[in-house]
C-alpha cells in the first residue's frame, strides 16, 4: 500500500521569496515519486522525478526537490517564486504497479 | 519528441446525450495509456487504464467506458450522460516501466446540462 499527503493546500509567497511545498509518502517498496504542475485549466506538466539515483533532483523553471527517506518526505523548493509560479502542485508516488496523487497544493504569488 | 493530442478542449452536452472522447500519443509505441476525471476539490480519479490495444481495466464502476481500438489510441464513452459527469478529464500517457512518469494532454472540460 501507498499513499502521499501534500501537508498545504494552500502556500501564499510574494514574487522573489523561496518556495517550498511540503510531501510525505509511504510506500511498501522503493517508489518512484513526481511532481507535477497544474495551471488553470490545463494539463499537468511534470516538474521533476525522483527514480532512485541522486536524492537532489533538479527540475524544470528553477524548481528542485530532496528524496529524505529517512523522513519519508520529497519537498519541492525554489529559490525565488515568480508570478508564472502561481498554479496548483502536485506530489505523486508510483509503486509496482500503482500510481497516488496528493490533493494539491495551490500556490499563491503575490506582486 | 513524444506528443498527446486530446480532444475537444472544451464541450457542453445535454443530460442523456453521448460522449466521445478521443486520445493519441504520438512518437512512443505500446505505451500504458490513462483516463483521468478531476473534480473541483477532489483531485485526480483514476477512471480506465489501459496497456495494450483491446485490454482495459476500470477503476470506477460508472456509466463510462474506454475503448483502445488502435495502439496509440484511447477513447472515452458514454451513451447517456449524467449531470455528475461534468468534469475536468485527462488522458495520459506512459512508458511501461514501472518508474516512469505519466505525461498528460491538455484536458477536455466536460459540462453536461
Known amino acids: 500500500a501507498q499513499s502521499v499527503t501534500q501537508l498545504d493546500s494552500h502556500v501564499s509567497v510574494s514574487e522573489g521569496t523561496p518556495v517550498l511545498l511540503r510531501c510525505n509518502y509511504s510506500s511498501s517498496y522503493s517508489p518512484s515519486l513526481f511532481w507535477y504542475v497544474q495551471h488553470p485549466n490545463k494539463g499537468l506538466q511534470l516538474l521533476l522525478k525522483?527514480?532512485?539515483?541522486?536524492?537532489l533532483v533538479k527540475g524544470i523553471n528553477g524548481f528542485e526537490a530532496e528524496f529524505k527517506k529517512s523522513e519519508t518526505s520529497f519537498h519541492l523548493t525554489k529559490p525565488s517564486a515568480h508570478m508564472s509560479d502561481a498554479a496548483e502542485y502536485f506530489c505523486v508516488v508510483r509503486g509496482y504497479s500503482t500510481l497516488t496523487f496528493g490533493k494539491g497544493t495551490m500556490l499563491l504569488v503575490s506582486p | 519528441s513524444q506528443t498527446i493530442h486530446q480532444w475537444p478542449a472544451t464541450l457542453v452536452q445535454p443530460v442523456g446525450s453521448p460522449l466521445s472522447l478521443e486520445c493519441t500519443v504520438e512518437g512512443t509505441s505500446n505505451p500504458n495509456l490513462y483516463w483521468y476525471r478531476q473534480a473541483a476539490g477532489r483531485g485526480l480519479q483514476l477512471l480506465f487504464y489501459s496497456v495494450g490495444i483491446g485490454q482495459i481495466s476500470s477503476e470506477v464502476p460508472q456509466n463510462l467506458s474506454a475503448s483502445r481500438p488502435q495502439d496509440r489510441q484511447f477513447i472515452l464513452s458514454s451513451k447517456k450522460l449524467l449531470l455528475s459527469d461534468s468534469g475536468f478529464y485527462l488522458c495520459?500517457?506512459?512508458?511501461?516501466?514501472?518508474?516512469?512518469?505519466?505525461?498528460f494532454g491538455n484536458g477536455t472540460r466536460l459540462t453536461v446540462t
Open positions: 495520459a500517457w506512459s512508458r511501461s516501466s514501472y518508474n516512469s512518469p505519466l505525461h
Open positions: 525522483y527514480t532512485s539515483a541522486a536524492t
